[in-house]
């Protein structure tokens, strides 16, 4: 799976699986009638092309296929978010709301919010977004329901330390370390860290005792070079001073449960 940003060669493949998206909601869910309201048809792509020229929304390409995308505005309002049906279940969704996350804190967005689907909801409530107040919409005369719901960027995550070290610990320290512990490499301003954060912050409070030393990263750094890192960021589960295994850019928390899986097989 790719992130790319928005190009307007994925128009009409965007705006087919906008309308396949909602016509493959579940009809207790939403009626026929209610994703007609929301998805007319036929899809009206000369509407779509001009709004998506203005959104610019994150993009996620799967085998050369648009699989998903989510849409950003300035005022941290999520517009859309969207799964193509055949690549429901396979973290798109995840994946692109990370990337977007990356982009908020680029762009110092203090508050992100969005009018959630009955199917979208527990979604964003998984991220940490509440409820604000739910919501009536009529369209064609048809009666819609969505929710309200914003996340304060200013105070999650208000014990994490989101700095990477300059003070490297020397490979002689590093090799006399007992026990488990992560070595962190990347950068502050790198977007992929900025996003594999609250990742990684959602899996390591699970496991309070657990050592993350977050190290600067970058030419010259003794440290990563020991180590051969090449991408940020990178996660590196050491025990008694060795490597373990490692992590690359982790989208998910399934990724980095996966990654800490060898602390309970050992």
């Keep these: 799976m790719e992130i790319k940003s928005y190009s307007n060669e994925w128009d009409a493949e965007i705006t087919d699986l906008f309308y396949q998206s909602v016509h493959a909601i579940d009809p207790t869910v939403y009626t026929p009638e209610q994703k007609e309201a929301w998805a007319p048809t036929p899809p009206d ?3 779509w092309s ?3 020229k203005v959104k ?3 993009v996620a390409i799967i085998d050369g296929q648009v699989a998903g995308f989510i849409e950003l505005d300035a005022d941290g309002h999520i517009d859309c978010t969207y799964t193509h049906p055949s690549f429901q279940g396979m973290g798109v969704a995840s994946a692109l709301y990370e990337h977007l996350l990356a982009e908020a804190r680029i762009r110092d967005i203090q508050r992100l919010y969005v009018e959630a689907s009955l199917i979208a909801k527990p979604f964003f409530e998984h991220r940490g977004f509440t409820t604000v107040k739910q919501n009536t919409l009529q ?3 048809v009666t819609l329901v969505n929710f309200t719901m914003e996340f304060d960027m200013t105070t999650s995550y208000p014990d994490f330390n989101p700095d990477y070290r300059e003070d490297a610990p020397t490979i002689t320290d590093v090799e006399a370390w007992a026990g488990y512990a992560i070595l962190e490499f990347g950068a502050s301003w790198c977007g ?3 996003a594999a954060e609250p ?3 959602a899996v390591l409070v699970e496991y309070p005792a657990l050592p993350l030393i977050k190290i600067v990263d970058g030419k010259g750094k003794i440290l990563g070079r020991r180590f051969r890192v090449k991408l940020w960021p990178t996660l590196i589960l050491l025990k008694d001073g060795l490597e373990v295994t490692r992590l690359v ?3 998910v928390t ?3 449960k996966s990654f800490l899986k060898v602390m309970h097989e050992n």
Excluded: E, F, I
């Design 45 to 47: 792509y000369a509407t």
């Design 192 to 194: 992929h860290c900025q």
């Design 199 to 201: 990742v990684v912050k």
């Design 249 to 251: 850019r982790p989208l």
């Design 50 to 52: 001009k709004r998506l």
């Design 56 to 58: 610019r929304p994150l």
């Design 254 to 256: 399934d990724d980095v």
């Design 139 to 141: 369209r064609n005369g």
